[in-house]
C-alpha cells in the first residue's frame, strides 16, 4: 500500500531531458516526486525513486538515521536505460520522528543533490523531537542566529513560543521566524531571549510543549593579574611562587596555562582555585616551586583562555647563587654641594640582594639623628637647603644582616659658599667728598668658600652738569 498527500508547490520537474542536453557534466538526480514537500500518515510506507548519470547515495532525516533498519535502499541499473543509474528507497511503518529531509545524491559528488521533505504525521506527536523530562538546552552565540528547534510533524500545526512564566512571544517572520521545517528562529538574539522557553501546541485536545533553557556561553575575562608584577628576584634553592588571579563574568569557563622555563622538566607544581562571587568568579592558578635553580630564571607567562578570547601577563624571575652587596662611588670620593641649594641627594652605585639595611653616618654619628633637615630616601641620603655646616664626611653602612654581609663606603662633601662682600650689606651712602691730597683707605670684607679672591678695579665718577644748567 502506498499513498502520497503531494503539495504542489511547483511543476513536475521533468529533468530528464536536461540530462540528455548536458553531456558530459553531471546535472542532479531526479526524483520521482515532484514536489518539494509530502505529507503522510505514521504507520504507511513511504517509496521513492531517484534516476541520476552516476551512482546514487541518499541521505536521511537524522530520526531515520537512528533507525536503520525502517529503511531500505536497493540499487539497480534503470530499465531500459542502459547508461543511467536507478535507486530507489523504502521507508516502512514511518513515524513522526523520520519526518526530516530525504536527499538523493551522487556517491562522488555529494553536492549534486535532490531532496524531499516528508512530514510524518502522527495523532499523537506534533513535534519530531520528542523530549525527555528535562529542557533543552540551546546555545545563544555572538552574531549567530537563536534556534529553539521544535519543528512539527505536518506543515500547518499552529505552535506558539512561549518564554517562561508566560510571554507569549508573536512571530513576525523578522525578529522571530517560524518555520515548521526548524522551529522557532530569532535571527539576532539580545538579551530578553535568556531563560526558559517552550514551544507550544494543542493536539485533539492535548497540550503538547517542548521546553528549552537558552544558554549563552561566557566569555569575558575582567582581568587577569600575577601577583607580582615587578621582577622577582630570588636566592638559589629558595622557594618561588607565583599567583595568577583571572576575574571573568558569572558562568565563564576559562583555562590558565603557564609558560615558564623549567617547563621541560615539569619543575613546578600548579594548583588552581576558584573564588565565586556575586558578579563575578575568581580563577586562581598558584605556580610553585619549592627550590629554584638557576635554570628556573626567565619569564614566567599565565595564559588564559576562554572560548575565542586570549589574555596574557609576565613577569621575570631572577635567581641568584648568593646573596651580595656591591658598593661603589658614583662621582668619586669628593663632591660638591652649593649653600643655599634646595636639596642635595648623596646617592653611591649600590646593587645588593636580598634587599639591605642602611644607615648614613655622619662625621662618625647617624645622620638622621644629627639634623632635621637630613632624611634617608631609597638608599641615598637626601640634605634640605644645603648649609656650609653640611660638609663633612659621611659614610653609608650596608648590611643584609641574616647572611652577615656587611659594607660601607665614605663620601667626602665639600659646600661651596658664594662670595659675600660685606659692605654690600650696609646700606650704600654717597661717597661724600674728600680733599684732595688726602689718604684714605677703602676696606672690602668678603665672605665664602672656597675662601674668595678680592680684585679691585676703578671706575671714573659720571659727570655731574653745572647746577644751574640743571635748575634751568
Ligand atoms: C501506527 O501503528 C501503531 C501500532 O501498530 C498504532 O498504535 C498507531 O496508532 C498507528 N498510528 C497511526 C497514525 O495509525
Ligand atoms: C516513485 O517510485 C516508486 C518506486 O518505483 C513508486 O512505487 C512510486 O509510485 C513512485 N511515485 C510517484 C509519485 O510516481
Ligand atoms: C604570590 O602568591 C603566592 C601564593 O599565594 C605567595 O606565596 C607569594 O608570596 C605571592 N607573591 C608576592 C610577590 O606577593
Ligand atoms: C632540566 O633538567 C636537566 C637535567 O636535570 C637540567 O640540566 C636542565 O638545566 C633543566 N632545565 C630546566 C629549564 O630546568
Ligand atoms: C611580557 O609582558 C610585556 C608587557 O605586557 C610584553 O611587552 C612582553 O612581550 C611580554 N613577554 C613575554 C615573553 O610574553
Ligand atoms: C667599613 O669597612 C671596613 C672594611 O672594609 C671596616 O674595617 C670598617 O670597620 C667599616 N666601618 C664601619 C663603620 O663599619
Not at 170 to 186: A, L, N
Not at 434 to 460: D, E, K, M
Amino acid at each position: 500500500m502506498l499513498y502520497f498527500v503531494m503539495f504542489a508547490l511547483c511543476g513536475w520537474r521533468s529533468a530528464l531531458a536536461k540530462d540528455q542536453t548536458s553531456k558530459g557534466r553531471l546535472s542532479a538526480p531526479v526524483l520521482n516526486v515532484t514536489s518539494r514537500e509530502l505529507v503522510m500518515e505514521a504507520n504507511q510506507t513511504l517509496q521513492l525513486h531517484c534516476r541520476g548519470q552516476s551512482e546514487l547515495s541518499w541521505a536521511f532525516p537524522v530520526g531515520v538515521a537512528k533507525d536503520q533498519r525502517s529503511v531500505r535502499v536497493v540499487d539497480s541499473r534503470c530499465e531500459g536505460r542502459g547508461h543511467l543509474h536507478c535507486s530507489s528507497l523504502t521507508l516502512s511503518g514511518a513515524q513522526p520522528r523520520h519526518t526530516g529531509s530525504f536527499r538523493c545524491r551522487y556517491r562522488h559528488q555529494h553536492s549534486k543533490q535532490t531532496s524531499l521533505y516528508v512530514y510524518v504525521t502522527g495523532s499523537q506527536q506534533p513535534f519530531v523531537e520528542v523530549q525527555t523530562e528535562v529542557p533543552g538546552v540551546v546555545f545563544m552565540k555572538e552574531g549567530e542566529a537563536l534556534v529553539f528547534p521544535c519543528r512539527v510533524t505536518a506543515p500547518h500545526i499552529p505552535v506558539a513560543l512561549i518564554k517562561f512564566p508566560g510571554q507569549r512571544l508573536v512571530p513576525d517572520q523578522k525578529s522571530i521566524i517560524w518555520s515548521s521545517k526548524k522551529g522557532f528562529i530569532i535571527p539576532s538574539p539580545s538579551y530578553r531571549f535568556s531563560g526558559l522557553f517552550s514551544c507550544e501546541t494543542r493536539l485533539n485536545g492535548i497540550l503538547h510543549s517542548a521546553q528549552y533553557l537558552t544558554h549563552r556561553p561566557v566569555n569575558k575575562i575582567l582581568d587577569v593579574y600575577l601577583n607580582s608584577t615587578r621582577p622577582v628576584r630570588s636566592l638559589r634553592g629558595e622557594r618561588l611562587a607565583l599567583t595568577c588571579t583571572v576575574t571573568a563574568e558569572w558562568n565563564s569557563r576559562v583555562s590558565i596555562t603557564w609558560s615558564y622555563p623549567g617547563q621541560v622538566n615539569d619543575s613546578a607544581s600548579i594548583s588552581r582555585r576558584i573564588v565565586k562571587g556575586t558578579s563575578s568568579i575568581m580563577f586562581l592558578s598558584v605556580l610553585s616551586i619549592t627550590e629554584l635553580s638557576r635554570a628556573d630564571r626567565g619569564v614566567y607567562v599565565c595564559r588564559v583562555r576562554s572560548g575565542p578570547v586570549l589574555r596574557e601577563t609576565n613577569t621575570s624571575v631572577t635567581v641568584y647563587d648568593r646573596p651580595f652587596i656591591r658598593l661603589k662611588h658614583r662621582h668619586g670620593p669628593v663632591v660638591n654641594a652649593l649653600a643655599g641649594q634646595k636639596s642635595y641627594r648623596l646617592s653611591p652605585k649600590l646593587r645588593a640582594f636580598p634587599p639591605p639595611e642602611v644607615i648614613w653616618l655622619k662625621d662618625g654619628m647617624v645622620a638622621a639623628e644629627r639634623c632635621s633637615r637630613y632624611h634617608v630616601d631609597g638608599h641615598a641620603l637626601v640634605i634640605r637647603d644645603v648649609a656650609e655646616e653640611d660638609a663633612g664626611l659621611y659614610t653609608i653602612l650596608v648590611g643584609i644582616q641574616e647572611h652577615g654581609l656587611y659594607r660601607n663606603l665614605t663620601l667626602s662633601l665639600v659646600v661651596n659658599v658664594k662670595p659675600q662682600i660685606g659692605e654690600k650689606a650696609v646700606s650704600v651712602r654717597d661717597p661724600g667728598t674728600y680733599p684732595r691730597g688726602s689718604r684714605q683707605a677703602l676696606l672690602c670684607t668678603s665672605q665664602g668658600f672656597p675662601p674668595p679672591q678680592i680684585h679691585w678695579l676703578w671706575h671714573p665718577c659720571p659727570q655731574r652738569g653745572p647746577p644751574a644748567a640743571a635748575l634751568a
